[in-house]
Antibody
Framework: QVQLVESGGGVVQPGKSLRLSCESSGFTIRSYGMFWIRQAPGKGLEWVAV????????YYADSVKGRFTVSRDSSKDTLYLQMDRLRIDDTALYFC???????????????WGQGTLVTVSS | EIVMTQSPATLSVSPGESATLSCRSSENINTNLAWYQQKPGQAPRLLIH???TRATDIPARFSGSGSGTEFTLTISSLQSEDFAIYYCQQYNNWPPWTFGQGTKVDFK
C-alpha cells in the first residue's frame, strides 16, 4: 500500500528551526519527485518546495526561499524539510506528496500524507 | 506566476443533483490541470489530471473538461461523501505550482 507519513511538527518560536520528515512505504522515493505543500488554518493549498527524482533539481516558493531546504535520504525512503528562521506566517499543516507526470516531470500529486502541524508562536 | 481562480467560492447542492465547478487560469495552460478533493481533517485526494483523466479508483461521476484558460469539474448525481472542498492546480509553467483558492460544495 502506497503511503506517506509526516512527522516533526510542533510549536516553535519565531526565528527558530524545525525539521519535518516524511516516510514513504509501498514505493521508493528515489524514483519520484516529491513535494511539500502547506495549508494555513482555514486557508487553501500552497506549494512550498519540490525535489525532482534525480535529487539534484530543487525549487522553492519565494516565501520560503533561503530559509527552507528540502532533501531526501533514499536509503531510508524519507523526505525532509529543514525550516530555519521560522516566521509566524509559516504556521500551517505541512503535507508531503508524491509527484507524477510524463517522463521525468513532476506535475500532479497523486499520493499525500496526512500532514504535520507547525505552529510558530511567541 | 500563473494565478488560478475558482468559482463559485461555495456551491450549495442537494444530494442527487449535479455540481459544476469552474477554474480559470491567468494564462494558457493547455490541459495541464489537476483537480483535488479535500474533506475536513483529511489530506487532499487527486481526482483528475491532464484536465480530464480520472485518477485511479475515482468514480465515473467525476468528470473534468476544458483547455487553455477555462476548466470545469462536474460531479453528476452528488452523493453524501462528495461534500468537500475542491481545488484546481496548474502544472504548465513551474515553478511555482499554483492552486486555486478552492470551491466548497455543501448541502443545500
Amino acid at each position: 500500500q502506497v503511503q506517506l507519513v509526516e512527522s516533526g511538527g510542533g510549536v516553535v518560536q519565531p526565528g527558530k528551526s524545525l525539521r519535518l520528515s516524511c516516510e514513504s512505504s509501498g514505493f521508493t522515493i528515489r524514483s519520484y519527485g516529491m513535494f511539500w505543500i502547506r495549508q494555513a488554518p482555514g486557508k487553501g493549498l500552497e506549494w512550498v518546495a519540490v525535489t525532482f527524482y534525480a535529487g539534484n533539481e530543487k525549487y522553492y516558493a519565494d516565501s520560503v526561499k533561503g530559509r527552507f531546504t528540502v532533501s531526501r535520504d533514499s536509503s531510508k525512503d524519507t523526505l525532509y524539510l529543514q525550516m530555519d528562521r521560522l516566521r509566524i506566517d509559516d504556521t500551517a499543516l505541512y503535507f508531503c506528496a508524491r509527484g507524477r507526470g510524463g517522463g521525468s516531470r513532476v506535475d500532479w500529486l497523486d499520493t499525500w500524507g496526512q500532514g504535520t502541524l507547525v505552529t510558530v508562536s511567541s | 506566476e500563473i494565478v488560478m481562480t475558482q468559482s463559485p467560492a461555495t456551491l450549495s447542492v442537494s444530494p442527487g443533483e449535479s455540481a459544476t465547478l469552474s477554474c480559470r487560469s491567468s494564462e494558457n495552460i493547455n490541459t495541464n490541470l489537476a483537480w483535488y478533493q479535500q474533506k475536513p481533517g483529511q489530506a487532499p485526494r487527486l481526482l483528475i489530471h491532464d484536465a480530464s483523466t480520472r485518477a485511479t479508483d475515482i468514480p465515473a461521476r467525476f468528470s473534468g473538461s476544458g483547455s487553455g484558460t477555462e476548466f470545469t469539474l462536474t460531479i453528476s448525481s452528488l452523493q453524501s461523501e462528495d461534500f468537500a472542498i475542491y481545488y484546481c492546480q496548474q502544472y504548465n509553467n513551474w515553478p511555482p505550482w499554483t492552486f486555486g483558492q478552492g470551491t466548497k460544495v455543501d448541502f443545500k
